[in-house]
């Protein structure tokens, strides 16, 4: 069992299909501003907190490439995180493997999914370090390997 999120938009003047995950984000294809906003990056992360706690997996009933991008990743964020206690140190280890991760596969999404990423690390960062100290439920990689 999952929270699944079901989301689609398209762009309103080339019909790429995208998500617009912050504000000022623009089609990848032809820079026209996105109808709406739709904060994908907390649904994930909401997502992987329930599934940490209840312990099944992430799997989901639509072909959202985003959700799947973003859980995969931070199951991989959350494994090298594991021992660090800093927030400032932990963006600095994520920050160093987005340079080392392949984005070739999403195409002419490819910079667009790349500052999604910079953006998790923010957004994973917040959750996983609030109050300034790593909270032992998300590094815990018992529950990270359960989750994903």
């Known amino acids: 069992m999952a929270i699944h ?3 689609s938009h ?3 003047k080339c019909g790429l299909e995208y998500i617009a995950y912050k504000e000022g984000i623009k089609c990848p294809r032809c820079g026209a501003e996105p109808k709406e906003v739709f904060d994908i990056v907390g649904e994930a992360i909401s997502s992987y907190w ?3 706690n209840v312990g099944s997996m992430p799997i989901f009933g639509i072909a959202d490439f985003y959700v799947y991008h973003i859980q ?3 199951t991989k964020f959350l494994r090298k995180l594991v021992g660090v206690t800093m927030p400032t140190e932990a963006k600095k280890v994520l920050m160093a493997h987005i ?3 392949r984005f070739d596969q999403y195409n002419e999404l490819k910079e667009h999914m790349k500052k999604l990423t910079a953006y998790l690390v923010d957004r994973l960062i917040e959750v996983v370090y609030e109050n300034g100290k790593p909270n032992p439920i998300w590094l815990d990689p018992k529950k ?3 989750a994903w």
């Open 50 to 52: 329930y599934n940490i």
């Open 144 to 146: 990270i390997d359960k």
């Open 5 to 7: 999120v079901n989301y």
């Open 99 to 101: 340079v080392r991760m």
């Open 10 to 12: 398209k762009c309103p």
């Open 72 to 74: 995969r990743t931070i």
